[in-house]
């Protein structure tokens, strides 16, 4: 199909009568779970497996993740060290590995923020936000996981498997909403 200039003027007639605003409003479900999957495509395909992600980023924020931990562990007990990713106190100690950083949940909130249609003020209050939230959410996760796992042995398993990622995944989707919910107020004009 070949674009003629008639078409080409038409086209820029709809784009100043709002044509894709009101094409957006009219399929904004199909384009929010179209921006979502693009983007779960690219993290999951180029992002993830990269080596920079692998040597770089993951360690570095694995390592924070650990070293942060071990700090607030330490305030509450003694002789608590960190070295890497582990965090140990006599008798006992921990490894943060590849899923212990809560990454993949903390990605699809941002694509979340990032698909839905709202303004750029409101998407960098949201991706600010809501990624400093979810950071502690998982150093309290963390942390809980250390102490059940140093008192609790038995069910320590249980918990970092099933019930730490249900309620780090509902106050994922919880914090979304809430943010949805804020951006659909209109902003206050002076």
Not at 52 to 63: A, D, G, L, S
Not at 70 to 97: A, E, H, R, W
Request: charged letters at 15%; a positive charge.
């Amino acid at each position: 199909m070949k674009i003629t200039k008639y078409d080409f003027k038409t086209l820029l007639q709809k784009m100043r009568q709002g044509f894709f605003k009101t094409q957006y409003k009219k399929h904004s479900v199909f384009i929010f779970l179209s921006v979502m999957i693009i983007l779960g495509l690219i993290f999951y395909a180029l992002f993830l497996p990269s080596l920079f992600f692998q040597n770089r980023f993951h360690t570095v924020y694995i390592n924070l993740n650990a070293k942060i931990s071990g700090l607030l562990i330490s305030v509450f007990t003694k002789n608590i060290s960190v070295s890497g990713s582990n965090i140990s106190m006599p008798g006992y100690s921990i490894s943060l590995i590849k899923g212990c950083e809560a990454i993949e949940p903390t990605a699809f909130f941002i694509f979340a923020i990032l698909a839905f249609p709202a303004s750029l003020k409101k998407k960098i209050f949201g991706l600010i936000s809501g990624f400093i939230i979810l950071f502690i959410l998982n150093l309290v996760r963390i942390i809980s996981l250390f102490y059940l796992g140093y008192y609790y042995p038995g069910i320590v398993n249980e918990v970092h498997v099933y019930l730490w990622p249900a309620i780090y995944i509902v106050i994922t989707i919880f914090i979304w909403l809430v943010w949805m919910r804020w951006t659909l107020v209109p902003d206050k004009k002076n």
